[in-house]
């Protein structure tokens, strides 16, 4: 079978798009590891999937919209891949609206084309209580700075306090003094697999350079580090909200670029702005890629 894709980024983050909104995609979670693999696929962090709305989606949906990890696993949501996901449809004439309501496995996001080509997405309010991220906090004593609740998460004996919050996904936000001396290449996947997060979770690392500015790195389930997170973005800038360290909007500086959060408070949406850019379009031979002697070897897909 060959398939036509779309190679995408948003600040780095990159994304092979695949259209489904004519006919359903047959492709397993090991076809989708070879797609996103870098040495022997196309190469991306996530592929996203394109669809027409689902029998059980609100009425006034205009897509539905999956997300894969390039372990091939899927998803709630991806905050870079919301605006790449706006951008495909622009371009492809899916639909001329400039603010879409797309359907996720973590409920309904709504992106919208700017005039000046960069794509707000309105991604709903965090939610704050450990159950909904989910986080089993039992037995944990928990430290209070401002509005912020800080859960000491154990490491080979050490404790690192962290916010811990959902974004649709689940997120552990760390305020680092220097995102580029951190060893997020240890801690990030020792957090991810730790046992109180039943469905893993992305760890972020916050240096705040001002009341209005962060760096952050993401060590993102499923992937690993990447140039930027939307969802991170967004729930760093939260904690940080909420700490008493930031007041919004918030620049957050990722190694792949640059993402505008803004947030009035609990209850309230998050709303991410930031580009999304066309890389290049192509196709492959999903028949040739899975039997080739890559094949053999779908843990490579992480290794970056």
Known sequence: MKLKFTKMHGAGNDFIVLDATRAPLAISD???RLIADRRFGVGADQILIVGRP????PPDTDFSYRIVNSDGGEVEQCGNGARAFVRYVHDHGLSQKRSLRVATLSGIIVPRLEDDGSITVDMGAPLLE?????FDSSGLQ?????????????????????VVLSMGNPHAVLRVDDVERIAVDRLGPALEHDARFAQRVNVGFMQVLGRDQIRLRVWERGT??????????CAAVVAGILAGELTSPVRVLARGGQLRISWDGPGQSVFMNGPAVLAFE???DLDALSA?????????????
């Open 282 to 284: 192509g196709e492959i």
């Open 292 to 304: 080739a002697p890559s094949s053999s070897l779908p843990q490579l897909s992480n290794t970056r």
């Open 142 to 162: 928990v430290s209070q700075v401002g509005r912020a609740r800080l859960w000491p998460l154990e490491i080979e004996g050490e404790r690192y306090p962290a």
């Open 30 to 32: 090991a076809q989708y």
């Open 224 to 233: 690993g580090e990447t140039l930027a997170c939307g969802t991170g973005a």
């Open 54 to 57: 689902r029998a059980q989606d």
């Open 130 to 134: 450990p159950a909904q991220v989910p």
